[in-house]
């Protein structure tokens, strides 16, 4: 299997500049409130994360808050969270603001601290697809939206998944139509995960290119666990600034630690299973064609089929609209380093086939 550069990727997959993320980032830069919502549950946290990275990167005057309203059952729990959150992020800012807002009106926290501290405030709140469960939404939903636009210096990204309930509530005739233009990301978000690693390697006094983060996190499909697993192995070999040979190495350590169960998962899979599983990290997209099915001997179309069933029952693959991939990267990149002895770390974009 060939190694694909990064340089390629941009050039073939436009992974590096999609033109969504630049004008969604384009928005934001103009001080456009938005409302993200994505069908891939794990892609839009770090989705958003990214924007707001690359936001602050590039533009010195903005100062960043995530509000992560999952935990909220209620408009009082909500505004409860909302002020906290502001707390916690600029206390020495609130400490003093106390006596110019409500207590029952927090949401005009934002414009007070963009005023005080003359900056401008990005305000992204995570999981905004919850808000239609607090009791008797509307009203209040209603006046939210009035007082975050009346607010200067303010940007105000929402984002959750894409749910009935969301679209309800942010498109017209919704409560929070018109608080921002709505934003669907139909592509796979996975592709542009690399703020959060970016973000470690500073926080620890080390360096670590775009390209570079954007290529550790590929490799493992921007697995939450994994990504944070395989950074830390990077970040320990790091000195001052990471390339991509050092997280390769970082890889190839991890994929060691995963031997012995990955061994117990193989053992439990039929030999023609296997042989599919070679075919998928092989051939990518090709699994219905004659030469392939030959070449791994797969039998019939229908068999190819019942294979690929029986591998997405046992939680190895899960399909997608287009292309199917492996649930588990490690275990994918075990395969094809460890298990087959193929030379190279699977490709950035993850490994599928047609539907």
């Given at each position: 299997m060939p190694f694909f550069s990064l340089e390629q990727?941009?050039?073939?997959?436009?992974?590096e500049q999609d033109?969504?993320?630049e004008r969604i980032l384009g928005e934001l830069n103009a001080q456009r409130h938005l409302i993200l919502a994505a069908d891939r549950v794990q892609g839009v946290h770090e989705y958003a994360r990214e924007l707001g990275f690359q936001l602050v990167e590039k533009n010195s005057d903005i100062h960043l808050c995530h509000v992560n309203i999952s935990s909220a059952r209620s408009t009082a729990s909500f505004l409860q969270l909302f002020e906290s959150t502001l707390s916690n992020k600029f206390p020495e800012v609130t400490a003093r603001l106390k006596p110019y807002y409500s207590?029952?009106?927090?949401?005009?926290l934002p414009g007070l601290i963009a005023k005080r501290k003359k900056v401008r405030i990005a305000i992204f709140m995570a999981n905004a697809h919850l808000l239609f469960r607090?009791?008797?939404?509307?009203?209040?939903l209603r006046?939210?939206?009035?007082?975050?636009?009346?607010?200067k210096n303010c940007?105000?990204?929402l984002y959750g998944n894409n749910t009935q309930n969301f679209m309800k509530v942010v498109r017209h005739p919704g409560p929070l139509a018109g608080l921002g233009r709505v934003f669907v990301l139909k592509h796979d978000p996975l592709n542009y995960r690399s703020a959060s690693v970016r973000k470690l390697f500073h926080d620890h006094q080390k360096n670590i290119g775009y390209q570079t983060s954007s290529y550790l996190s590929s490799l493992v499909d921007n697995h939450p666990f994994y990504l944070k697993l395989l950074a830390w192995h990077t970040l320990m070999r790091t000195h001052h600034t990471c390339t991509d040979e050092i997280v390769k190495n970082a890889m190839t350590d991890l994929l060691r630690h995963y031997d012995y169960g990955f061994v117990r998962v193989v053992e439990s899979l039929t030999p023609v299973q296997i042989s599919f599983l070679e075919a998928l990290i092989d051939e990518h997209r090709q699994l219905y064609s004659r030469s392939v099915r030959e070449k791994y001997d797969l039998g019939s179309t229908g068999n190819v089929a019942r294979i690929k069933q029986s591998l997405i029952k046992k939680e190895i693959i899960y399909p997608g609209k287009r292309i199917s991939c492996f649930v588990d990267p490690i275990f994918r990149e075990w395969l094809q380093r460890r298990y087959f002895g193929r030379p190279a770390f699977g490709s950035p974009w993850g490994i599928g086939f047609g539907e």
């Amino acid at each position: 299997m060939p190694f694909f550069s990064l340089e390629q990727l941009d050039t073939d997959l436009k992974i590096e500049q999609d033109w969504l993320f630049e004008r969604i980032l384009g928005e934001l830069n103009a001080q456009r409130h938005l409302i993200l919502a994505a069908d891939r549950v794990q892609g839009v946290h770090e989705y958003a994360r990214e924007l707001g990275f690359q936001l602050v990167e590039k533009n010195s005057d903005i100062h960043l808050c995530h509000v992560n309203i999952s935990s909220a059952r209620s408009t009082a729990s909500f505004l409860q969270l909302f002020e906290s959150t502001l707390s916690n992020k600029f206390p020495e800012v609130t400490a003093r603001l106390k006596p110019y807002y409500s207590d029952l009106d927090p949401l005009k926290l934002p414009g007070l601290i963009a005023k005080r501290k003359k900056v401008r405030i990005a305000i992204f709140m995570a999981n905004a697809h919850l808000l239609f469960r607090f009791m008797d939404p509307q009203p209040f939903l209603r006046k939210m939206k009035i007082k975050l636009i009346r607010q200067k210096n303010c940007i105000f990204c929402l984002y959750g998944n894409n749910t009935q309930n969301f679209m309800k509530v942010v498109r017209h005739p919704g409560p929070l139509a018109g608080l921002g233009r709505v934003f669907v990301l139909k592509h796979d978000p996975l592709n542009y995960r690399s703020a959060s690693v970016r973000k470690l390697f500073h926080d620890h006094q080390k360096n670590i290119g775009y390209q570079t983060s954007s290529y550790l996190s590929s490799l493992v499909d921007n697995h939450p666990f994994y990504l944070k697993l395989l950074a830390w192995h990077t970040l320990m070999r790091t000195h001052h600034t990471c390339t991509d040979e050092i997280v390769k190495n970082a890889m190839t350590d991890l994929l060691r630690h995963y031997d012995y169960g990955f061994v117990r998962v193989v053992e439990s899979l039929t030999p023609v299973q296997i042989s599919f599983l070679e075919a998928l990290i092989d051939e990518h997209r090709q699994l219905y064609s004659r030469s392939v099915r030959e070449k791994y001997d797969l039998g019939s179309t229908g068999n190819v089929a019942r294979i690929k069933q029986s591998l997405i029952k046992k939680e190895i693959i899960y399909p997608g609209k287009r292309i199917s991939c492996f649930v588990d990267p490690i275990f994918r990149e075990w395969l094809q380093r460890r298990y087959f002895g193929r030379p190279a770390f699977g490709s950035p974009w993850g490994i599928g086939f047609g539907e």
